[in-house]
T-cell receptor, first 117, second 114 residues
Framework: DAGVIQSPRHEVTEMGQEVTLRCKPI?????LFWYRQTMMRGLELLIY????????DSGMPEDRFSAKMPNASFSTLKIQPSEPRDSAVYFC???FGGGRPRDYGYTFGSGTRLTVV | AQKVTQAQTEISVVEKEDVTLDCVYETRDTTYYLFWYKQPPSGELVFLIRRNSFDEQNEISGRYSWNFQKSTSSFNFTITASQVVDSAVYFCALSSSGTYKYIFGTGTRLKVLA
């Protein structure tokens, strides 16, 4: 199993540009989560999906952030326009639990380090 | 409100020493789940253990052991005979039964010196 695959690993962009982060969850996992990690705020859940449907997006910081999951094997997190304060490591995680994902914990991807200059 | 506190920001030990990482949580829920994750220098987050609130049995896995005490709202993690490869940031997390969100602590950076 290749694990959760995120791309790109690193992204440097200029303020105001659109940024798209990508995630391929583990095949068969029915939950997908997007987390952001910063020194100031630690690990924060942005949004999560169950069977491709967004369940809770209350952690999305503002309208500049959007996430989609068009199918079970792909999700994107988009920031438009990007700002320097969006600089962080963005993690995607997936899980399967037959409806109880906590039993197995999340499997995290390696993260995308975003720098907005 | 839910909260996870990892008061130890950074711990340094010499190889082969035992080390305990503290985790204190707050929740009003009667059903909840606790986790430990490891984040090595490579950056990924690795799942170590899950405990639910009804299971206070301590667990041992090789050099790792976990002590869950509801009376003190603590879920501490002990590494016995630490090794350099244990150097990482360790996160404790909490999730309640009504949500799949994890509330993470701020992490404890463990440095094991050769």
């Amino acid at each position: 199993d290749a694990g959760v695959i995120q791309s790109p690993r690193h992204e440097v962009t200029e303020m105001g540009q659109e940024v798209t982060l990508r995630c391929k969850p583990i095949s068969g996992h029915d939950y997908l989560f997007w987390y952001r990690q910063t020194m100031m705020r630690g690990l924060e859940l942005l949004i999560y999906f169950n069977n491709n449907v967004p369940i809770d997006d209350s952690g999305m910081p503002e309208d500049r952030f959007s996430a989609k999951m068009p199918n079970a094997s792909f999700s994107t997190l988009k920031i438009q326009p990007s700002e320097p304060r969006d600089s962080a490591v963005y993690f995607c995680a997936s899980s399967f639990g037959g409806g109880r994902p906590r039993d197995y914990g999340y499997t995290f991807g390696s993260g995308t380090r975003l720098t907005v200059v | 409100a839910q909260k996870v506190t990892q008061a130890q920001t950074e711990i340094s030990v010499v190889e082969k020493e035992d080390v305990t990482l503290d985790c204190v949580y707050e929740t009003r829920d009667t059903t909840y789940y606790l986790f430990w994750y490891k984040q090595p220098p490579s950056g990924e987050l690795v799942f170590l253990i899950r405990r639910n609130s009804f299971d206070e049995q301590n667990e041992i896995s090789g050099r790792y052991s976990w002590n869950f005490q509801k009376s003190t709202s603590s879920f501490n993690f002990t590494i016995t005979a630490s090794q350099v490869v244990d150097s990482a940031v360790y996160f404790c997390a909490l999730s309640s039964s009504g949500t799949y969100k994890y509330i993470f602590g701020t992490g404890t950076r463990l440095k094991v010196l050769a």
